[in-house]
């Protein structure tokens, strides 16, 4: 299967474009996400879906639960249902790009605790 991106969503400290949905099981999602220089993604969690997160381009903390990582590229991350995650690219030096598979997706799942969305 050849995948056909979609457009780009805009949500205001990242973008998304979707990649594949329901044709690997009605719920699956593939995404390309991005998150600029200067900006980061709020704490926030997921009732349902697990999300694998596979670093394509940049470097940024990325917190999952209690942990903290400098996430590079070529790294790879999960995050369970529950588990409190956000993004942080406001000191790098380039967009930070992450290919992300989720598992169990329901539509829209976030909790969101902080930041924006």
């Known amino acids: 299967m050849r995948l056909e991106p979609g ?3 805009e949500r205001g400290s990242y973008r ?4 594949v949905r329901g044709e690997l099981g009605k719920e699956v999602v593939v995404q390309l996400v991005q998150i600029p220089v200067g900006k980061r993604v ?3 969690y997921h009732r349902h879906q697990t999300e694998f997160y596979y670093i394509l381009r940049g470097s940024a903390e990325l917190r999952i639960g209690n942990q903290v990582h400098r996430a590079e590229r070529g790294e790879a991350y999960v995050c369970l249902p529950g588990e409190v995650h956000s993004v942080d690219n406001r000191s ?3 967009p930070f790009e992450l290919l992300v598979l989720k598992l169990n997706y329901r539509g829209e799942d976030s ?3 902080e930041g924006e969305r």
């Open 92 to 94: 790098g030096k380039e």
């Open 16 to 19: 998304k474009r979707l990649l």
């Open 111 to 113: 909790v969101w605790l």
């Open 7 to 9: 457009d780009w969503i």
């Open 42 to 44: 709020g704490k926030h």
